[in-house]
């Protein structure tokens, strides 16, 4: 299955970092986020190849703002049939889960002043994610892990279709609990060798 891959680079990246960031980021959302089911439209619009991925090497949040508007702007005038959704891959900033948390705050504004508000959101996936009220080995935390900082540029839209369709919206968020508790730690080990042990698109 084809996830057409788009590894951009934008201001500061270092294509073979991103390179290696984008494919490790296709192989989570492949064996993860679908093969788990943690995401119900995610598989439909991979069939599709309408996912974008585009990794910024920026190291400062101001350069990391810009290629963000860059890619809700390129979202925004897309179709789409072209691109649903696309993923940012951070490869030069947000190592840390406090200061990927913090940025949000500035993603969330970007979204607001280029009037997006109410047309498109930010998820949001890290590598030591951690929900409000866990611990950080609680294995629950597990549903937003991605192998580098993302933020997911969602169109509200598209959400809303899918989830119309949904008897139960926080079934999904429950579903993902449990599922999590069931693959424990050593099989979310496993899983997580897949996409670490790739190197390149």
Wanted: charged share 25%.
């Amino acid at each position: 299955m084809s996830l057409k891959p788009e590894p951009t680079d934008l201001r500061h990246a270092a294509s073979a970092d991103n390179a290696r960031a984008i494919a490790q980021t296709q192989s989570w959302l492949q064996h993860a986020v679908i093969g788990l089911n943690l995401c119900p439209f995610a598989k439909a619009v991979v069939a599709r190849q309408q996912v974008r991925f585009v990794a910024s090497g920026a190291t400062e949040w101001e350069d990391l703002r810009s290629d963000l508007c860059r890619e809700l702007e390129l979202l925004t005038k897309a179709g789409a049939e072209e691109i649903d959704t696309t993923l940012v891959v951070c490869t030069g900033a947000l190592a840390e889960f406090d200061d990927f948390n913090d940025f949000l705050e500035v993603a969330d504004d970007a979204v607001q002043v280029q009037g997006l508000e109410g047309t498109v959101q930010i998820a949001s996936f890290h590598p030591h994610y951690r929900f409000e009220g866990t611990d950080s080995d609680d294995i629950t935390n597990a549903t937003n892990r991605a192998p580098w900082p993302v933020l997911q540029l969602l169109r509200e839209a598209s959400i809303e279709r899918v989830l119309a369709k949904v008897d139960d919206p926080d079934a999904i968020y429950r579903a993902n609990m449990q599922a999590m508790k069931a693959l424990g730690e050593s099989g979310w080990a496993a899983l997580s060798a897949r996409w670490r042990s790739t190197h390149e698109a």
